[in-house]
């Protein structure tokens, strides 16, 4: 396994059965590599065998289309300034139809301009839930009317889920694979101007 900055290396014959187990889950399923917080997770094999299989759930299966996933990934990733999540899920939601334009400026924090009605939706939603720690009474129903309680509840999860995984990426200090570890990152690292 790569190494990672606060995380001491563990190969699988350092593994316990369960950590092991978790981690032919992960490679088996549809990540097929341990790219983002799982690393980290099968540190405690418990957690990291809910949480990877939350995380399956919450991004193949919540009813809303990859776009508009991947969309609420980026802001979570941006509120979040998740090195990882971004550089992991940019090319993704770019490859489903983001505009590059406006992952740019979720990515630097401003209001983006969405043609289309659906992403600005997702992201009032994320934003208010993320900003005011609740959503409008506007933007929940126009949610519930768009996508049908079912899909805004898988939202929330969605959110709550991957806010799990900037939390563990920037608290391990961890990169993805191919991540330059000094320079391209997007987001500037704490004490570091500009």
Not at 39 to 65: F, K, M, N
Not at 73 to 78: D, K, N, S
Not at 182 to 193: H, I, K, M, N, R
Request: contains cysteine; glycine residues 8%.
């Amino acid at each position: 396994m790569p190494p990672v900055n606060r995380l001491p290396p563990l190969s699988r014959e350092q593994m316990n059965a369960e950590q092991r187990a978790m981690l032919d889950a992960i490679r088996n399923g549809p990540r097929k590599n341990l790219n983002g917080p799982f690393v980290a997770w099968i540190h405690s094999p418990q957690l990291g065998e809910l949480a990877q299989r939350l995380g399956a759930y919450c991004r193949y299966d919540t009813g809303l289309s990859l776009r508009l996933s991947e969309l609420a990934i980026l802001v979570t990733a941006a509120r979040w300034q998740s090195q990882a999540e971004w550089h992991i899920h940019l090319p993704i939601a770019v490859e489903a139809g983001l505009s590059p334009v406006v992952a740019e400026q979720i990515r630097i924090g401003a209001r983006p301009d969405f043609a289309d009605q659906d992403e600005l939706l997702i992201w009032c939603f994320a934003t208010e839930l993320y900003q005011d720690k609740r959503v409008s009474d506007a933007v929940y129903d126009a949610a519930c009317i768009r996508f049908g309680l079912p899909v805004v509840v898988n939202l929330v999860g969605l959110l709550g889920y991957y806010a799990l995984v900037a939390m563990t990426l920037n608290v391990f200090d961890m990169r993805a694979d191919g991540q330059d570890q000094v320079s391209g990152l997007p987001f500037a690292e704490p004490g570091e101007t500009g």
